[in-house]
C-alpha cells in the first residue's frame, strides 16, 4: 500500500490560494493503540505479581478467612467492574451507531477499520496472553497444590478475570465493527462471529470443566478429554485469518478511491 494513498484525502486540496496541493492524512490511533497496550501490559503484570505475593500465603485454603479477604473479594469485585464497562461499552456503541453508512466517505471507513485493526491487534494478545501463560500457570498450580475448590487463586486470575476480560473485549470490537463501518454495517461477519463465540463459549466450558473435575476426573492433565472443549475454543482464532482478508479486501478497495481524484488532479497540474 503507497503511503501517497493512505494520506490522500479523497484528492489534493490546494493550500494557501497558490494552486499548491496538499494532503489530509488518515488519524491513524496508533498512539491510543500503544497506551492501550501499555495499560494492558501494566494490569497483567501487576495481577501476576499480585499471584505471587498472595498464592501460596493466603490462597491454599478456599475455607479461611485470608482466603475470602485476599482472592473472594477481588474475585467479586473484577468481575462486577468488568461486566459493567464491558456492557455500558456495548450499549454505548449500540445507542450511538451509524445510522446512515452512506454518509461515511472512503477516507473515514478507512481510519475506522484502521480502529478495528488496532482493537483486533488488542484481543489477539490478550487472547494469547489468556490462553498461554496464565493457563499453565493454572494447570501447574493444580499439578502442585492439587485441586480442592473451583476457585482458586489461579481459578480466579485466569477464568474470572482473563476470560471475561477477553470476552467484552471481543463483544466491544464486535459491536464497534457493525456498528461504525459500511463494510459490517448490513452484514454480520461469520469469522468474526466464530472468534468472538470462541471467546464466549469458553465461560460455559468452564462449568463444565469444573463440574468433571468435580464428581469423575481429578487429575489435571492437559491431554484429558474433559479439556478438548478448550482446544476446540481456541482454535476459533483460526477465524483470523478471514476476518484479515475481509478487512484487506476493504482497505484495497478504500484505497482505490482515494488514488483516483488524486491521480485525477496530478493530471490537471
Known sequence: MKTASIQGAGGMRAAGGEGKPSRDKIGVPWGKFFLALLAFAVLFTGYRIYSEATAFTYGLDYFSHEFDVYWMRLLFGQLL??????????????????????????????????????????????????????????????????????????????????????????????????????????????????????????????????????????????????????VLLGWSAFAAGGLLLQILGRVAELTKQLELPQAATQAVH
Open 81 to 230: 467492574l468488568i461486566m459493567t464497562l464491558g456492557a455500558g461499552g456495548v450499549v454505548y456503541l449500540w445507542k450511538t451507531r451509524e445510522r446512515d453508512f452512506s454518509r461515511i466517505g472512503p477516507r473515514e471507513e478507512l481510519r475506522r477499520l484502521f480502529v478495528l485493526v488496532a482493537q483486533l491487534l488488542l484481543f489477539g494478545i490478550m487472547f494469547y496472553v489468556t490462553g498461554s501463560i496464565y493457563t499453565e500457570a493454572d494447570a501447574a498450580w493444580h499439578q502442585v497444590t492439587i485441586r480442592d475448590t473451583d476457585f482458586t487463586p489461579t481459578h480466579i486470575g485466569l477464568f474470572y478475570f482473563c476470560v471475561p476480560l477477553l470476552v467484552f473485549t471481543g463483544f466491544i470490537s464486535f459491536a464497534y465493527a457493525h456498528t461504525r463501518i459500511p463494510l459490517f454495517g448490513n452484514r454480520i461477519s461469520l469469522p468474526f462471529a466464530i472468534i468472538v463465540a470462541g471467546a464466549f463459549m469458553i465461560m460455559p466450558n468452564v462449568g463444565f470443566n469444573e463440574w468433571g473435575h468435580t464428581f469423575f476426573y481429578a487429575e489435571e492433565l492437559f491431554a484429558a478429554p474433559i479439556h478438548w472443549g478448550f
